[in-house]
């Protein structure tokens, strides 16, 4: 059964990094693209930033845009995102998911396989 399991949030200072990890199991995600979502208390999940299928093409919310990188291990069924400068508001649970399409797409609908989450919580 094919399987998504994000790491590496935690408790950090503003202005400080982390990298998420996300790796897949029970299937390889190579020939998909693969986003990051995130929800914070009391708001609706929302869109992070998503990576095609080769890792060819990212695209970025415009909140963390310059701020986040998104990048892909295809060889290690395994997809990243290097968080730097945060930001007490980038506090919130974070999503990886894998799309049912090469190229990603800010919507979640296109999304059909999902981790369970990764708490991120970014102190003043």
């Known amino acids: 059964q094919a399987q998504l399991v994000e790491s590496g949030g935690g408790l950090v200072q503003a202005g400080g990094s982390l990298r998420l990890s996300c790796a897949a199991s029970?299937?390889?995600?190579?020939?998909?693209?693969m986003g990051w979502f995130r929800q914070a208390p009391g708001k609706e999940r929302e869109f992070v930033a998503h990576i095609s299928w080769s890792g060819a093409s990212t695209y970025y919310a415009p909140s963390v845009r310059s701020r986040f990188t998104i990048s892909r291990d295809n060889a290690k069924n395994t997809v990243y995102l290097q968080m730097n400068s945060l930001k007490p508001e980038d506090t919130a649970v974070y999503y990886c998911?894998?799309?049912?399409?090469?190229?990603?797409?800010?919507?979640?609908?296109?999304?059909?396989?999902w981790g369970q989450g990764t708490q991120v919580t970014v102190s003043s």
């Open positions: 998911a894998a799309s049912k399409w090469r190229s990603g797409t800010t919507s979640s609908e296109e999304y059909n396989y």
């Open positions: 029970g299937r390889t995600f190579s020939t998909n693209a």
